[in-house]
């Protein structure tokens, strides 16, 4: 089972900040949070990744909790490109596959 | 990033029929390779797990006789479905951990299978 819950679905504007959270409450100290997204019909897109630090790069900005059992993605302005299932999952090892639960589906509105 | 690809991106078939589904890795090697599927409105369940050279490892409830899974070689493996029927239809999606002491996991832009 997955080790993570997230909201089903979430909508936003499009050119605001799109902040989609999770929830990791048994993380273990090793584990990673990790965001992928799906948009319809194609294979999951890494976006971001983290430990315990927060996290920036060219897509979203990762927020992770001080105690890390939970985090929040942002799209700082979510396009409609940006429609698509977030999947926030946790994992350890190098190596190891990836467990993915529903995810949130997050639509962007014009 | 590395990138992984899938061959045929979609493909239509008979019911009973036979169906290969190939995933390279193009830019790097792939010692693991995950086969995923994917139902509609539904996750990406994990089916099996490959390493080159070995047989690969199935999820509880997955066939092995039905989902054969070869990895041959660094680059390349494939999933073939066997007498194939409406029920694996479905979206079929690999991916491998890329370079050892990375954190990515790396995904193939997945293939749709139709048995009619």
């Known amino acids: 089972d997955a080790k993570t819950t997230q909201p089903p679905s979430m909508d936003c504007a499009e050119g605001r900040a799109a902040n989609l959270p999770c929830n990791h409450s048994?993380?273990?100290?090793?584990?990673?949070v990790y965001w992928y997204r799906q948009i319809h019909s194609q294979g999951p897109q890494y976006i971001i990744h983290?430990?315990?630090n927060n996290e920036t790069n060219e897509m979203a900005s990762l927020i992770i909790t001080e105690d890390r059992k939970s985090s929040t993605l942002i799209l700082p302005h979510a396009t409609l490109r940006d429609t698509a299932v977030y999947y926030c999952?946790?994992?350890?090892?190098?190596?190891?596959?990836?467990?993915f639960g529903p995810g949130t589906r997050l639509s962007v509105l014009p | 990033g590395a990138v992984v690809s899938q061959h045929p991106s979609w493909v239509i078939c008979k019911s009973g029929t036979s169906v290969k589904i190939e995933c390279r890795s193009l830019?790097?090697?792939?010692?693991?390779m995950f086969w995923y599927r994917q139902f509609p409105k539904q996750s990406l369940m994990l089916m099996a797990t490959?390493?080159?050279?070995?047989?690969?490892?199935?999820e509880q409830g997955v066939e092995k006789d039905k989902f054969l899974i070869n990895h041959a070689s660094l680059t390349l493996s494939t999933l073939t479905v066997t007498s194939a029927h409406p029920e694996d239809s479905s979206f079929y999606i690999c991916?491998?951990?890329?370079?050892?002491?990375?954190?990515?996991?790396?995904f193939g832009p997945g293939t749709r299978l139709t048995v009619l």
């Open positions: 999952i946790v994992r350890a090892n190098y190596g190891q596959n990836f467990v």
């Open positions: 048994t993380i273990s100290g090793n584990e990673y």
């Open positions: 983290g430990l315990k």
């Open positions: 830019d790097f090697q792939a010692t693991t």
């Open positions: 490959s390493n080159e050279g070995s047989k690969a490892t199935y």
């Open positions: 991916s491998s951990p890329g370079l050892a002491g990375g954190n990515e996991q790396f």
